[in-house]
């Protein structure tokens, strides 16, 4: 019987949440078609929920955390993938429902991977992870509505968080001018690096105004917070534009929403959502990756981890202290 290592996440009888890296055999994967040796995974506020045992994502423990991951083809029972291909997988409650990357390795569905594109390593695919993809698929959503970088300025919120900071950086190498928000006034400089234009504190969009609609200032909006800034923003949005939501669901009420920009400014609310998008979508949003998002810029924004990093990064994300992308190189454990 072979062997793997895993940071297990086991809940006691009093209902006590413990985190450990343990050696396990591999008849304790769950059932799949694809049976994947596991490079590096990744780390986003759903991962620290997971490792915690909190908002109730982890209902079956013991668990293996780990919501994406990038690696190599171990076995294969469908004829898509064989030995020695390069995949990636993000989505579909891996790593919630069922076992995920955090772990050296990984057994699931074909339908869930796609092949690497050709010139991106498994780091750098995990950089990018669920929030590059997320952020991709916003980006083209709103370009699919009209936007071009002659419209005016875009506006990108919680920009200092996975999604915020990779959408930065694409619109900008795309030839956008950008504006950050975000509560960190530490995290200017970081996020003028990666090409934003101006740097806005959060509080300037989270006092509401009675007003439906304010001055236009925003030619499109990539929005990860949702909350009451949203519902400010939403009366900046330019005539015609429209606003890439993706921290609406299961976020904070948005205070002040009203449809009087829908109305009278024809403004588009483009939900985002990357966790089942059919292969061929998730296939061209890799693609445009590797063309879109400079990978010197990925490399500045990322930060490396072990697995025996993560019982404390589960908790430091939630408390909103991990800046950035954190990878996690499953192979140092």
């Known amino acids: 019987m072979m062997t793997f290592k895993a940071l297990l996440v086991s809940k006691g ?9 343990e050696t396990l055999e591999d008849d304790r994967l769950p059932e799949g078609d694809v049976t994947v040796s596991v490079e590096y995974s990744t780390l986003n506020y759903k991962d620290g929920l997971c ?6 994502l982890v209902r079956n423990f013991p668990h293996i955390p780990g919501i994406d991951f990038a690696g190599v083809v171990e076995s294969s029972s469908d004829d898509r993938y ?6 990636i997988l993000t989505g579909w409650r ?14 699931v569905k074909a339908d ?3 092949h690497a594109p050709d010139g991106l390593s498994a780091r750098h695919a995990m950089a990018i992870g669920t929030a590059g993809l997320t952020s991709m698929l916003a980006v083209t959503a709103l370009e699919n509505h009209g936007l ?7 506006l990108v919120t919680g920009a200092a968080g996975g999604v915020g900071s990779t959408a930065v950086a694409i619109l900008a ?4 001018s950008v504006a950050a928000v975000t509560g960190r006034a530490e995290a200017g400089d970081y996020l003028k690096s990666l090409g934003a234009t101006t740097i806005i504190d959060r509080s300037e969009l989270t006092e509401t105004s009675p007003k439906p609609l304010e001055k236009e200032r925003w030619a499109g909006v990539v929005d990860a917070v949702a909350g009451d800034m949203l519902g400010q923003v939403l009366k900046q949005v330019q005539y015609g534009g429209a606003v890439a939501a993706i921290g609406l669901a299961g976020g904070a009420p948005v205070a002040g929403f009203t449809i009087t920009p829908f109305l009278l400014r024809g403004i588009n ?5 990357s966790v089942m998008k059919p292969y061929a979508d998730r296939v061209t949003a890799w693609s445009r990756l590797v063309q879109d998002l400079p990978l010197d810029k990925l490399d500045d924004m990322t930060v490396e981890y072990g697995l025996s990093d993560l019982p404390k990064l589960g908790s430091e994300i939630l408390k909103g202290h991990v800046k950035g992308r954190a990878v996690i190189n499953v192979q140092n454990t």
């Open 269 to 273: 609310l483009l939900g985002i959502d």
């Open 148 to 154: 071009t970088p002659e419209k005016g300025e875009v």
């Open 94 to 107: 891996v790593g919630e429902v069922r076992w995920g990357g955090y772990a050296t390795k990984a057994r």
């Open 112 to 114: 869930w991977l796609v």
């Open 173 to 176: 190498n795309r030839g956008y």
């Open 51 to 56: 490792i915690t045992g909190k908002g109730g």
């Open 13 to 21: 009888e009093d209902g006590t949440i413990s985190q450990a890296v």
């Open 82 to 87: 064989k030995a020695g291909d390069r995949v």
